[in-house]
């Protein structure tokens, strides 16, 4: 019963601090969308490529992606910004899996047999690739970090891209969010000017 509580407590706590991260990474993106906004624009047709880029790298740095996929879509609106966010999350699962296969497995495979219950799911994720990897996309890990974890397991790289095509769905939900919040704002700022 001890253990039970502790993996709640656990659980509890990590989904808190995630929560906050979310919460004040919104908050900077939010103090900082206009700047971004006019960057982006001032780019032309080189914009949406230039942030496919800082989505592929600041993602690969463990920033959560969900960020850059609310800016996506308050960006590029709803059509465009899934467009980017999905090209962006891709491009960035696949360099980071190359990352993780050809310069950090070593790193990354001491910090996994340290962790037993990371272990296990190795175990298990190179037993049922696609399955495993597929339904792991679907939980609410980072998935950076995931993508790292499976590039050191050595996973087979088709079927390692096909599993990344389950990160869309949370995604576009992203994506949404940020056109939504995008109209709403433009509508306040409507009624305000009468």
């Not at 656990?10 to 808190?16: E, H, N, P, S």
């Not at 993780?100 to 298990?124: C, G």
């Not at 790289?157 to 095509?165: K, P, R």
Request: charged share 10%.
């Amino acid at each position: 019963m001890h253990a039970h509580w502790k993996t709640t407590l656990i659980y509890l706590v990590f989904g808190l601090v995630l929560v906050t991260v979310l919460v004040i990474s919104g908050d900077e993106v939010a103090r900082n969308i206009d700047g971004i906004e006019a960057w982006v624009a001032q780019l032309g047709p080189w914009g949406g490529v230039a942030f496919v880029t800082l989505y592929v790298v600041i993602t690969s740095m463990l920033v959560p992606n969900t960020v850059l996929s609310i800016m996506a879509g308050a960006l590029f609106g709803l059509a465009w910004g899934s467009a980017a966010a999905i090209a962006g999350i891709l491009l960035a699962a696949i360099l980071q899996y190359i990352l993780a296969r050809q310069l950090l497995r070593p790193l990354i495979n001491r910090f996994v047999e340290a962790k037993p219950s990371l272990v296990d799911i190795q175990k298990a994720v190179i037993h049922d690739e696609l399955k495993l990897q597929a339904l792991l996309r679907l939980t609410p890990f980072e998935p950076a970090i995931m993508s790292y974890m499976f590039g050191a397991m050595g996973v087979r790289f088709g079927g390692y891209v096909l599993a990344c095509m389950c990160l869309i769905p949370g995604t576009l939900v992203s994506v949404y969010v940020g056109y939504a919040g995008s109209r709403r704002k433009q509508n306040q700022t409507r009624i305000g000017d009468f």
